[in-house]
């Protein structure tokens, strides 16, 4: 038998934080068509459930296009059970709105609310005849203030089968009575787990539970910022034998980059360009593909006199990637001894901005920011900030 477990979907996003208009309706676009190819992905692999461990959608008021999607895909694929748990971004509307069309839950949407529901999957035996007849009981809860303090206490798990646990919420070493959304790990140890599939962490994870089984948050499906960098995807669970195998499947259309490039001995923005090329041409582990998207965060300690422009670099590389930005994280290098007696009016303003740093006024840091900026300023470069 196999299973899909994914999470934090996110569908209807605004992702307008870094993309243009256009561009952020195209990705909307594009979650969705990443979502229809995630079902397409589990009939291709013969998998007989998709289990939601929360944020399928990301905002209360559902687009028509989602919830179409969303509904036609459990609608139109009744060989394949969908268990959907709602997460903190999830709202009643969506399962308002299947009642309202239908007239009740289609037989292949399995729903839990926030107390233990348990619903037991029949292996029929399509991957493999010898395990028709296996039974995998998938248990699940929707966690919030009023409950998560009782409810680890409040589950009881037939040992004697092969259980699938998931939760939405953000692992913690213990939690309190006034913790909501969390899920104290330890406290699930050696109670009949063989797999936690957990949502709300978008990184991928896969951890030993105990002895006995394995917790794993599967990440969401497609990056949506560049605190969500690096493979997206989901998990295949193969269950055979009452054996368990997981594997992550990097799915994601566009991957997140966040690359550091230290131009310490670049002067101008060309000499940069260069840098960050040479940079992004052999990035090791890390493949970035035109499709991609790209943060590019200059570092190191470059010149005074450095005259670099980060949005005349942008452009210049823009069309190389679907989506591309600079960050300058640079420090400055200052021989302040250099201008001791330097009567220009640059001269006398590093002086000046030293003068506040060493009276405590301002730190190394703010100081050498405000002198670059200032000598770009006097050099008639301010458009290059």
Avoid at 43 to 54: K, Y
Avoid at 203 to 231: H, M, N, Q, T
Wanted: net charge negative; with cysteine.
């Amino acid at each position: 038998m196999k299973i899909i477990h994914t999470a934090d979907i996110h569908l209807d996003s605004k992702l307008s934080r870094h993309l243009s208009a256009d561009q952020a309706r195209d990705r909307r676009n594009e979650l969705i068509s990443t979502y229809n190819s995630m079902v397409q992905y589990a009939l291709n692999e013969r998998a007989q459930a998709i289990l939601i461990a929360g944020d399928l959608f990301d905002v209360t008021r559902i687009s028509a296009t989602a919830r179409n999607a969303v509904m036609a895909s459990i609608t139109d694929n009744p060989e394949m059970t969908f268990y959907y748990l709602r997460g903190n971004h999830d709202a009643d509307s969506f399962i308002q709105d299947v009642v309202k069309k239908f007239g009740f839950i289609p037989e292949n949407l399995k729903l839990f609310g926030d107390y233990w529901t348990s619903f037991t999957l029949v292996d029929d035996g399509r991957l493999n005849s010898e395990d028709a007849g296996q039974e995998v009981v998938i248990t699940g809860a929707e966690i919030n203030a009023d409950n998560n303090s009782h409810l680890v206490n409040s589950l009881a798990l037939d040992q004697s089968k092969f259980n699938i646990l998931t939760l939405h919420g953000q692992e913690t070493v213990s939690s309190s009575k006034k913790d909501a959304e969390v899920i104290p790990i330890k406290d699930y140890r050696n109670r009949g787990i063989d797999y936690m599939a957990l949502g709300h962490v978008h990184a991928p994870k896969i951890e030993k539970l105990d002895a006995r089984g394995i917790y794993s948050y599967s990440g969401c499906l497609e990056g949506r910022g560049f605190d969500e960098c690096g493979p997206r995807g989901f998990n295949v669970l193969t269950i055979s034998g009452g054996k368990l195998d997981v594997e992550f499947i990097p799915f994601a259309k566009r991957v997140m980059h966040e690359i550091f490039v230290d131009v310490s001995d670049c002067t101008t923005s060309d000499e940069m360009i260069k840098s960050i090329k040479t940079k992004l041409a052999g990035t090791g582990d890390t493949e970035v593909l035109p499709e991609d998207m790209v943060r590019i965060v200059l570092s190191g300690e470059v010149s005074l006199d450095a005259e670099f422009d980060t949005l005349y670099i942008e452009k210049m590389l823009d069309n190389d990637y679907y989506y591309l930005t600079v960050k300058d994280k640079t420090s400055v290098s200052i021989d302040y001894n250099s201008f001791a007696y330097d009567k220009t009016m640059k001269g006398e303003f590093v002086r000046l901005v030293k003068a506040e740093q060493e009276a405590g006024n301002l730190s190394e840091e703010d100081a050498a920011a405000i002198i670059r900026t200032g000598v770009l300023l006097l050099a008639g470069e301010g458009a290059a900030l």
